[in-house]
């Protein structure tokens, strides 16, 4: 896995040393063991996914996150992004809408010692407020477009992670970073494709 990132052009240490320490088959599903090292996303419970190892180090990445820092991340799915995140920053809380992944999850971290990690469930497009500001916010699904509640929970010089654009099967990853109380600078990453954020400031559970 790490030599995988490596090649692909993830540099920093602390990152590939969280990847190398955090076991991904602990996160996948049974039928999915043989495929946990892969470099793809697989499907876990309630039809949601585990994501590609390398977009998740390219997000954590970019948000150039420290050990004193406290993180925010929407869409828990497995738990896997919050467990290699816990190692690298001081607090993480992960906010999950369907209850039985955030338990899941929630259990898994618990057994697996990642006492730095809160898993909440919620509606993520909302954020966290009682715990704001955060240093970073990675959001692990898909929004039509930047939510300001997450912009407006970010400290100055906090980074926002985000998926983003009107198209459910096409979107931007952004970082969006917050320069000064209302000013906020936003900067393509990559092209993703991803699962979509669904709720208050997302997309209709309909649609
Ligand atoms: N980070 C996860 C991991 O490491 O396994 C992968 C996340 S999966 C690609 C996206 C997750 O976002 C799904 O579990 C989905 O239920 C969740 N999600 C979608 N909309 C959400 C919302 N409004 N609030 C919180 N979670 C949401």
Redesign the pocket.
């Known amino acids: 896995m790490v030599s995988l990132l490596r090649q692909r052009g993830i540099q920093n240490p602390a990152l590939l040393q969280a990847f190398s320490d955090v076991p991904r088959e602990q996160?996948v599903l049974p039928e999915q063991l043989s495929s946990a090292y892969a470099d793809s996303?697989l499907p876990?419970e309630?039809g949601?996914?585990?994501?590609q190892p390398f977009i998740?180090a390219l997000m954590i990445d970019a948000a150039r996150i420290n050990p004193e820092d406290h993180v925010l991340?929407?869409?828990?799915?497995?738990?896997?992004?919050?467990a290699i995140l816990s190692r690298i920053a001081r607090r993480v809380i992960s906010?999950?809408?369907?209850p039985e992944?955030a338990d899941l999850a929630q259990n898994r971290l618990q057994a697996g010692g990642y006492d730095n990690v809160e898993v909440k469930c919620?509606?993520?497009?909302l954020g966290w407020p009682q715990a704001a500001p955060y240093q970073a916010i990675l959001v692990?699904?898909a929004a039509p477009e930047v939510p300001r509640t997450l912009c407006d929970q970010l400290t100055i010089g906090g980074r926002l992670i985000i998926p983003a654009g009107p198209d459910p099967n096409h979107q931007q990853l952004l970082c969006v970073t917050r320069t000064g109380p209302q000013q906020f600078k936003e900067k393509i990453l990559d092209q993703v494709r991803?699962?979509?954020?669904?709720?208050e400031a997302?997309w209709d559970e309909e649609d």
């Open positions: 996160f996303a876990i309630c949601q996914t585990i994501s998740v991340e929407v869409g828990t799915g497995s738990g896997y992004a919050a906010l999950e809408r369907i992944l919620c509606d993520g497009t692990a699904a991803f699962v979509p954020l669904i709720g997302g």
